[in-house]
Structure formats: structure tokens, C-alpha cells
């Protein structure tokens, strides 16, 4: 079991305080990791952070903004004082707007450009700025583990999420070229990689795939269809993908997207 071991390991994880994040959180702290919860609210961040200390995790909580580089210098900064490392740096906060979303019946022109340029600087910047902050403190000690979160839309076209499917590429690629960039300048003791979720039923995209009822979507259907498993995943079904890509066990791999989808991405329909 020691080959999975993140015992001990300070782990900033942005998004601490949504679905993803806040799932991923409780993992680490069960597995014995020191977890540093970063969320935008300060009410919701505080209080995830008290769930994690009930459960006996050693736990700092912080807001910030991903997108606020001199915050998150000062709680770089901070961290250090307090734990003195930075092992782990998990890029979970991002997600999807309305406006940046099309509706069936709506064209490309007529999406919300505004919010276009927010979501994709919230998944794209908001990956790379906690990455160039954090990452230079694993840079300092020689070593660490950066995991990002990527997308199926990132693997494939799909319809009516243009700004997410964009961004989330860009995470794709940022992913291998800092994997490239930290291998080759740090003996190759600063790992980076990320995951790609397949589809999951949660706050951001309830209303797409569950119908007021709570019957699938036609959109649903398809996203089942297209899945050999032939279900959604369940959020939890995630954080043993992530504590492996920062584990021992994966001292070799870096710049791998790992598909977390129930085969959605190989999966030719026939």
C-alpha cells in the first residue's frame, strides 16, 4: 500500500469547496494527506474546511480567487510559513456559464462572448496561475506533483459547450508541455498530469442531463449510449485516479490525460 502513499503530503487542492473538489478533499485527508482548501467564498470554504477537520484531516482553508495571482502568492507564502512544503497541487476549481453554453435551437453568433472570455479564463488561467504560483515552490525544494483537470469535451467535438470544450483542450495541452517543461529542467522529480472526466451528474449540469422529473435528457440518452459501462460516474470514482497520479506509484508518468469516463472515449458505437 505504500506504493499509493500520500501519508504526510501538503496538498493545495483549488475548488476545495465544489462537488469535485470538496470529494477530492475528504480522499486526501482519509489517505492521510495535509490538505490546503482553496475556494472563492469565504463562507463555504470555511465550512468545508471544518467537514475536513471533523473528520480528522489538518486542514488551512483560504478564499481566493485562481484568477487573483498576488492572492495566491500570499497564500503560497502563508502555507510555507505554516507547513514549510508544497507537495501536491490538485487544479480542480473551473467549471461552465450559461452564456457560454448553446441551447439547441441556438447558432455559435449567438453565444454570450463575455462570458466565453470567463470561462475560459477561469479553466485555462485558472490552471495555469495556481501552477506558475504554486509550482515554483515545488520548483525551490526539487520536487512535486501537479494533477489539472481536463474534459471528454477536450478529447472530442461536442455539441453546445464550445467555451468549456476550448478551454479544457487547452488545459489538455498545458498539461503536456509543463509535464515537458518540468521533466526536462527538474530531473524529472515535478510531475504533471491530469485527469479527464467523463460525465458526471452535478450542480452545473443537472438541468442538461436530468429532466425536472429526474428522468434522463435526450442529451442523457446519448451520453449513455456512447458509454460502454452504459452509466454516469459517480463523483467518487475520481479521487483514486487523482491520489495514484500523485503517488509513488506513478514516479514514471507524467503528461497523461487519464480518461476517467466508463470508456466514453474509445468508443466507436458499433
Known amino acids: 500500500m505504500d506504493l499509493f502513499s500520500i501519508t504526510d503530503k501538503v496538498a493545495v487542492i483549488t475548488g476545495a469547496s465544489g462537488v469535485l473538489g470538496g470529494s477530492i478533499a475528504r480522499s486526501f485527508v482519509k489517505a492521510g494527506a495535509k490538505v490546503v482548501a482553496l475556494g472563492t467564498k469565504e463562507a463555504k470554504i470555511t465550512a468545508a474546511a471544518g467537514a475536513l477537520r471533523s473528520e480528522g484531516g489538518e486542514v488551512l482553508a483560504f478564499a481566493g480567487n485562481v484568477l487573483d495571482v498576488p492572492r495566491l502568492e500570499e497564500i ?18 473551473g467549471g461552465n456559464l450559461p452564456g457560454a453554453t448553446l441551447m439547441p435551437d441556438q ?39 501537479i494533477v489539472n483537470i481536463s474534459s471528454m469535451a477536450a478529447m472530442q ?39 479527464a472526466p467523463g460525465f458526471f451528474i452535478g450542480e452545473q449540469n443537472r438541468a442538461v442531463l436530468l429532466n425536472p422529473d429526474g428522468s434522463y435528457t435526450d442529451r442523457s440518452h446519448k451520453v449513455i449510449a456512447n458509454t460502454p459501462m452504459r452509466r454516469f460516474g459517480e463523483i467518487t470514482e475520481l479521487d483514486g485516479a487523482v491520489q495514484f497520479l500523485c503517488s509513488p506509484s506513478a514516479s514514471f508518468i507524467t503528461g497523461v490525460i487519464l480518461p476517467v469516463d466508463g470508456g466514453f472515449c474509445m468508443f466507436s458505437g458499433v
Open 157 to 195: 467535438a461536442m455539441t453546445r459547450v464550445p467555451g468549456y470544450s476550448a478551454a479544457k483542450a487547452a488545459v489538455a495541452n498545458f498539461t503536456q508541455w509543463m509535464a515537458m517543461e518540468m521533466a526536462m529542467k527538474y530531473d524529472g522529480k515535478i510531475r504533471v498530469n491530469a485527469v
Open 107 to 145: 447558432r455559435f453568433f449567438d453565444m454570450d462572448l463575455r462570458d466565453w472570455n470567463r470561462v475560459t479564463d477561469l479553466n485555462m488561467n485558472g490552471t495555469v496561475y495556481p501552477s506558475y504560483v504554486f509550482g515554483k515552490r515545488m520548483a525551490e525544494a526539487g520536487e512535486g506533483s
Open 76 to 93: 503560497a507564502d502563508e502555507v510555507m510559513r505554516q507547513w514549510g512544503r508544497i507537495d501536491i497541487l490538485l487544479n480542480i476549481a
